[in-house]
């Protein structure tokens, strides 16, 4: 059974940068069936896609954040990893990776998520 | 981006009765060399993580009661629970995955009346 659990500190200050780690257990973050993808919620609301990244270590950002965010993979710890600069108010949320499940090496939809890890942007 | 847009916000059904939840997207997600939509079901628990529910706007996931079902194509999709239990309150979310960056419906609270 594939599972994901997100960790890193809950509290960034503004104009800092959000570090998360996702570690992999049940299955290899190199498998080619799968893509790698952070995703947030601010609190009561909707769900946020930020990025992906693929054992090839090719990477897609949302256009909307790509300025701020990079993902990277460890695989000699299963892990995949958030970095989030310049951080405001606006980016407190719950941040949940996922895992993305591809079929010829096309991504598609979510099969496994994290639990999520409550990230505050505060002084 | 693709815009996905779900109605109504939020619902109250009594137990044992069917719940009907609209999604849209601003563009076709019907990908037509496949002849597939592009389009996924999530239910999230307070507190929990999003669960997939239905992916190709059709098939059930692995575990997935059969009194979930999801239909549409193109543009407008459903999600339907034919008979509303208790452990299905929560909220649903739609999500297109047919181009990034990947986005999601505003989501659909579904309660007990």
């Known amino acids: 059974q594939v599972q994901l659990q997100e960790s890193g500190p809950g509290l960034v200050k503004p104009s800092q940068t959000l570090s998360l780690t996702c570690t992999v257990s049940?299955?290899?973050?190199?498998?080619?069936?799968?893509?790698w993808s952070w995703i947030r919620q601010p609190a009561g609301k909707g769900l946020e896609w930020i990025g992906r990244i693929y054992t090839n270590d090719n990477t897609n950002y949302n256009p909307s954040l790509k300025s701020r965010v990079t993902i990277s993979l460890d695989t000699s710890r299963n892990q995949f990893s958030l970095n989030l600069s310049s951080v405001t108010a606006a980016d407190t949320a719950v941040y949940f990776c996922?895992?993305?499940?591809?079929?010829?090496?096309?991504?598609?939809?979510?099969?496994?998520w994290g639990r999520g890890t409550l990230v505050t942007v505060s002084s | 981006d693709i815009v996905m847009t779900q109605s109504p916000d939020s619902l109250a059904v009594s137990l044992g009765e069917r719940a009907t939840i609209s999604c849209k997207s601003s563009?076709?997600?019907?990908?037509?060399?496949?002849?597939?939509?592009?389009l996924a079901w999530y239910q999230q628990k307070l507190g929990q993580p999003p669960k997939l529910l239905i992916y190709?706007?059709?098939t059930r996931e692995s575990g997935v009661p059969d009194r979930f079902s999801g239909s549409g194509s193109g543009t407008d999709f459903t999600l339907t629970i034919t008979s509303l239990q208790v452990e299905d309150v929560a909220v649903y979310y739609c999500?297109?995955?047919?181009?990034?960056?990947?986005?999601f419906g505003q989501g659909t609270r579904v309660e007990i009346k």
């Open positions: 049940g299955g290899s973050i190199s498998s080619s069936n799968y893509f």
């Open positions: 563009q076709n997600i019907l990908y037509s060399s496949n002849n597939k939509n592009y």
């Open positions: 996922a895992r993305e499940k591809t079929m010829t090496g096309s991504p598609y939809y979510f099969d496994y």
């Open positions: 190709w706007a059709s």
């Open positions: 999500q297109q995955y047919y181009t990034t960056p990947r986005t």
